[in-house]
T-cell receptor, first 114, second 107 residues
Framework: KAGVTQTPRYLIKTRGQQVTLSCSPISGHRSVSWYQQTPGQGLQFLFEYFSETQRNKGNFPGRFSGRQFSNSRSEMNVSTLELGDSALYLC?????????????FGPGTRLTVT | AQRVTQPEKLLSVFKGAPVELKCNYS??????LFWYVQYSRQRLQLLLRHISRESIKGFTADLNKGETSFHLKKPFAQEEDSAMYYCALKDTDKLIFGTGTRLQVFP
């Protein structure tokens, strides 16, 4: 079974731009969660999507948004990029929504904002 | 506020030595805790969860509600245990992660 894939793997953007990251879950998984990982804050939950609906959202500004398509693929968008948005963005998929069930992580997208 | 604390950034031991990775939590309610691991050049993956009361790769973790701890233990470390270990707490419907502890096992 193919694992979670994320594209692109690396991205360099300028302050003020916007960016879209993509995540394809494991086949059959309908839940996708997104996390931001930084050296200072560690891993922080962004949001979770299940069946094209956002189930839960972390404490991030409205510049961070996401969506999920009918094939369970998910995208997250960050508008008006700030230097502090530089991070590794991880997505994770699971068969059943919610953190009680094993989440399978992707390799991440490394975003650098200059 | 709900919080997970991993006090050690780095833990270095020799092969065959016992290992204890510390995790303390702050949670009002009945906690649900996990250990995730990331080996070099691999993805973050679930190691174990306290609900399962299982031993994975020789690791165990016991929830101590009195001390609000969920330390990860292994009696005899192996070189392949070298990795980044994250303790995580289920808060409502999301995971709160600790900052992680890097375990280095020397031959």
């Amino acid at each position: 079974k193919a694992g979670v894939t994320q594209t692109p793997r690396y991205l360099i953007k300028t302050r003020g731009q916007q960016v879209t990251l993509s995540c394809s879950p494991i086949s059959g998984h309908r839940s996708v969660s997104w996390y931001q990982q930084t050296p200072g804050q560690g891993l922080q939950f962004l949001f979770e999507y299940f069946s094209e609906t956002q189930r839960n959202k972390g404490n991030f500004p409205g510049r961070f948004s996401g969506r999920q398509f009918s094939n369970s693929r998910s995208e997250m968008n960050v508008s008006t990029l700030e230097l502090g948005d530089s991070a590794l963005y991880l997505c994770a998929s699971s068969l059943i929504p919610g953190p009680s069930y094993e989440q399978y992580f992707g390799p991440g997208t490394r975003l650098t904002v200059t | 506020a709900q919080r997970v604390t991993q006090p050690e950034k780095l833990l270095s031991v020799f092969k065959g030595a016992p290992v204890e990775l510390k995790c303390n939590y702050s949670y009002s309610g009945s906690p649900e805790l996990f250990w995730y691991v990331q080996y070099s050049r691999q993805r973050l993956q679930l190691l174990l969860r306290h609900i399962s009361r299982e031993s994975i790769k020789g690791f165990t973790a016991d929830l101590n509600k009195g001390e609000t701890s969920f330390h990860l233990k292994k009696p005899f470390a192996q070189e392949e245990d070298s990795a980044m270990y994250y303790c995580a707490l289920k808060d409502t419907d999301k995971l709160i992660f600790g900052t992680g502890t890097r375990l280095q096992v020397f031959p």
